[in-house]
């Protein structure tokens, strides 16, 4: 079974940029979540999706940041216009909903650089 | 607001010694605590999961226990070895109607030297 994947592995581009990060998750997965670590910081939640369904985007920073789901597949995060300190690792994980022990899977993330 | 705390932030022992890794978070209202290992480079790794409920989880030389009433888990590895380089993060899941997603402590880079 292939696990979470993201796409790209990293991203480097200039300030006022746009950016679109892509995750698939596990197939059967109806949860998905953006998460990100900036330098020197944890990791803190972005969004959640349960199939198209935005459950939670509390942790999106500012209106720079589009998350979408549609048709409750793959998801997309764009940025833009890029700033700075949008420079981190950006990381997708999937779990199946209605599970009581949930595990969320994680792909390997992808790096963004803002220059 | 939760947060999580992991201490130390990084740790470099012997190979075989016995080791502990710390957590601890603000409020005990949580729904669970994992565990997560994460190689660089890769994403994250989940070691172990322990539901509010439980005290304990095991999986082969690694043991989690929770004392939630306290705010704190430790991640117990036995026998070290270099393949258990990594980092390992904790995270904690919020009660069940703040959703799934999980808050996590910095980590702990472990180092375990041949």
């Known amino acids: 079974e292939a696990g979470v994947t993201q796409f790209p592995s990293h991203s480097v581009i200039e300030k006022g940029q746009t950016v679109t990060l892509r995750c698939d998750p596990i197939?059967?997965?109806?949860?998905l979540y953006w998460y990100r670590r900036v330098m020197g910081k944890e990791i803190k939640f972005l969004l959640h999706?349960?199939?198209?369904?935005?459950?939670?985007e509390s942790g999106m920073p500012n209106n720079r940041f589009l998350a979408e789901r549609t048709g409750g597949t793959y998801s997309t995060l764009k940025v833009q216009p890029a700033e700075l300190e949008d420079s981190g690792v950006y990381f997708c994980?999937?779990?199946?909903?209605?599970?009581?022990?949930?595990?969320?899977?994680f792909g390997p993330g992808t790096r963004l650089l803002v220059l | 607001k939760q947060e999580v705390t992991q201490i130390p932030a990084a740790l470099s022992v012997p190979e075989g010694e016995n080791l502990v890794l710390n957590c601890s978070f603000t409020?005990?209202?949580?729904?669970?605590l994992q565990w997560f290992r994460q190689d660089p480079g890769k994403g994250l790794t989940s070691l172990l999961l322990?539901?509010?409920?439980?005290r304990e989880q095991t999986s082969g030389r690694l043991n989690a226990s929770l004392d939630k009433s306290s705010g704190r888990s430790t991640l117990y590895i036995a026998a070290s070895q270099p393949g258990d380089s990594a980092t390992y993060l904790c995270?904690?899941?919020?009660?069940?109607?703040?959703?799934?997603?999980?808050?996590f402590g910095q980590g702990t880079e472990l180092s375990v030297k041949p």
């Open positions: 322990i539901q509010s409920s439980q």
């Open positions: 995270a904690v899941r919020p009660d069940w109607n703040q959703g799934g997603k999980l808050i």
């Open positions: 999706f349960v199939k198209e369904s935005k459950q939670d």
């Open positions: 994980a999937s779990s199946q909903v209605y599970v009581s022990q949930e595990t969320q899977y």
């Open positions: 409020d005990s209202a949580i729904y669970n």
């Open positions: 197939s059967g997965h109806d949860n």
